[in-house]
């Protein structure tokens, strides 16, 4: 009954750092959402001034970020953020598409270069098992939902799997650009 413990290897134990600050971004997010309710008014201006002042490139790059590793948050927050500041929804949506793209060739790219190497790190085995197991289910129809969803996107894990190129853009990418025309441009209206 004496059970000792193994000594975790190196990928266990980078594993296990990627999951710690992983609950602590989950956390923080959390956090920052609670009081963004709480303090809207002050948020809403802190938030039209950021984005007055840095614009287009700063919701560019933070798209391109977020499209690239998977993250809680998607860009319709960036769209939502910037639908309640009054900045330009044309200038807002392009910015998120252009960045949704080069985000998605980057995040597609290293799942084809490195496979699931990366992938492990990000996500648990239980989970990957469970995403293989839907795309082998629905096919491109998962990648589809995923895509025209707010839920995070993962287009590192779908070049891992060795999606072609073609069905990635047309069943991933060019609906993704889309919802974002239509959440963006619907949002500003109501």
Do not use: C
Not at 78 to 99: E, R
């Amino acid at each position: 009954m004496n059970k000792t413990k193994e000594p975790l290897t190196k990928k266990e134990k980078i594993k296990k750092k990627v999951k710690s600050i992983s609950l602590i971004v989950s956390i923080l997010v959390v956090m920052l959402f609670i009081l963004a309710l709480i303090y809207y008014s002050k948020l809403d201006i802190a938030v039209s001034t950021g984005i007055n002042k840095y614009g287009v490139i700063a919701i560019f790059l933070i798209t391109i970020f977020l499209e690239s590793f998977p993250q809680l948050l998607s860009p319709q927050a960036i769209l939502i953020s910037i639908i309640a500041s009054d900045f330009n929804i044309s200038l807002a949506v392009l910015s998120v598409s252009i960045g949704s793209i080069i985000g998605s060739i980057i995040g597609f790219y290293i799942g084809k270069k490195y496979m699931f190497e990366i992938v492990d790190y990000l996500i648990t085995e239980k989970k990957k098992k469970k995403m293989i197991k839907h795309v082998d289910t629905y096919g491109t129809y998962f990648l589809f939902l995923s895509a025209i969803t707010p839920l995070p996107y993962f287009p590192m894990f779908f070049g891992a799997l060795s999606m072609r190129w073609k069905k990635f853009v047309f069943f991933g990418m060019a609906p993704r650009i889309i919802s974002f025309f239509i959440f963006g441009y619907l949002g500003y209206i109501f």
